[in-house]
């Protein structure tokens, strides 16, 4: 139950860029060797803000999953799935709608800055201010321990973690809790149920961290508990009811550095970015045409790397021979602006070569994306469902 699983989601923005790539996919291209990881499309994310122009919303989907599957994501690895298609998030997130104070909504510090930087946008509406309570059933149906996620994205774990103590707080509580959980205990087994209770007193007493990582760790080695038992022995080591949704954390990814064609951060909206499928000749294209250090006017003027754009490119691509060879050249006027372009073009296309080569196969057959994700919404769905049993007989609703 408390197995460790990232997931994360990314809103369905079309075409992805280098920024992404060296921000984001990377990183979930390194995560999903280590963890079992759920990577999904967030389209009705999209839609809190995009309601009133849906229809861009499934090609952009199919566009981004194929980005995902070119940087190396491998669906055999990972589970690609589309948040509508797996209808349980809403169901958890309508449930967890009835305890969910409308003030902590409100105080979700991205509602707000939202509503003002998309200010020509009517977001005064319901789905808007559910953004975060839907990312919350979003982590919480997968019980994910790890969401790789920006720091912008923090708050929202963050207020996913209160939300599923309330919810194990309301509910997570039985008659007789404590007789469940000490009778649970002795299942254990002698040993492992004395390292149990001392791990329990250390955290209880001293708040060790690492006495609960331990305990944690022993739960789930354990295999002939029952679901019920589970959840009372995590619950029972940290001194509330029974844990039925687990507490994400968030698993800060690095805040991409990567610069844009004009220096600036690289963004679709700063119209100053490289697809990660970009065509050859259009990198070269758009490289050639950067804007360099404006004290180079003629070829024989000396510049300033670090008034170029062209060099913060260097710093992501470049080794520091090739480093040094700007330094020195553009200082003494000794290459050319377009002479130092060629290594960074060089690098760029290096790197989209293989992500070209597997995509390629995607647009040949469009229908192999269609069903790596029919594939991955239905192991996801599976997941969803189990959770759903276990909050639907929490707050009652089982009818058996
Ligand atoms: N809000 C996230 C973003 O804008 C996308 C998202 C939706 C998400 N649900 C999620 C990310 C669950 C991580 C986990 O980037
Ligand atoms: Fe920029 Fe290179 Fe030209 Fe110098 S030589 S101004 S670093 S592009």
Not at 2 to 28: C, Q
Not at 238 to 266: F, H, N, R
Not at 303 to 308: I, R, S
Request: glycine letters at 6%; charged letters at 30%.
């Amino acid at each position: 139950m408390y197995a460790e699983r990232v997931l994360s989601g990314m809103r369905p923005t079309g075409a992805l860029h280098l920024g992404h790539y060296h921000g984001v996919l990377r990183n979930w291209v390194k995560l999903q060797h280590e963890y079992p990881c759920l990577f999904f499309v967030a389209d009705w994310h999209a839609l809190t803000t995009e309601y009133d122009n849906p229809h861009d919303i499934e090609k952009n989907t199919w566009d981004m999953v194929t980005d995902w599957l070119a940087a190396g994501v491998d669906p055999n690895q990972a589970t690609l799935f589309i948040q509508s298609k797996v209808p349980e998030h809403a169901e958890l997130h309508l449930l967890l709608s009835m305890m969910t104070p409308l003030g902590w909504l409100e105080r979700v510090p991205t509602y707000k800055d939202q509503q003002e930087k998309l200010d020509s946008k009517d977001l005064s509406t319901y789905g808007f201010l559910g953004y975060p309570l839907l990312q919350a059933a979003d982590i919480l149906i997968y019980r994910a321990d790890k969401v790789p996620v920006g720091e912008d994205q923090v708050p929202h774990i963050e207020f996913s973690r209160e939300i599923a103590r309330r919810f194990n707080h309301l509910y997570g509580r039985e008659p007789g809790f404590e007789d469940k959980a000490r009778e649970a205990v002795k299942k254990l087994g002698g040993k492992r149920a004395r390292l149990y209770e001392e791990l329990r007193t250390r955290f209880q007493q001293e708040g060790d961290k690492t006495a609960i990582e331990r305990a944690h760790a022993l739960l789930d080695e354990v295999q002939h508990l029952s679901l019920a038992d589970r959840e009372r022995l995590f619950g029972y080591l940290e001194g509330c009811g029974k844990m039925i949704l687990a507490e994400p954390g968030a698993l800060l990814t690095e805040a991409s550095k990567m610069p844009g064609l004009d220096g600036q951060k690289m963004s679709k909206s700063y119209n100053n970015a490289i697809t990660l499928r970009e065509p050859a000749e259009s990198v070269q294209k758009k490289v050639r045409a950067m804007p360099t250090d404006p004290a180079r006017v003629r070829r024989n003027d000396p510049g300033e790397p670090e008034k170029c754009p062209v060099w913060q490119l260097h710093q992501v691509y470049s080794d520091e021979g090739c480093k040094e060879w700007v330094q020195q050249g553009c200082r003494s006027a000794g290459i050319g602006c377009l002479d130092c372009k060629q290594p960074v073009i060089d690098s760029i296309l290096r790197e989209q070569a293989p992500m070209r080569e597997r995509a390629q196969q995607y647009a040949e057959d469009p229908s192999v994306v269609k069903s790596i994700v029919a594939d991955g919404c239905e192991k996801a769905r599976e997941l969803a469902r189990e959770t759903m049993r276990d909050v639907r007989e929490a707050m009652g609703l089982e009818y058996h």
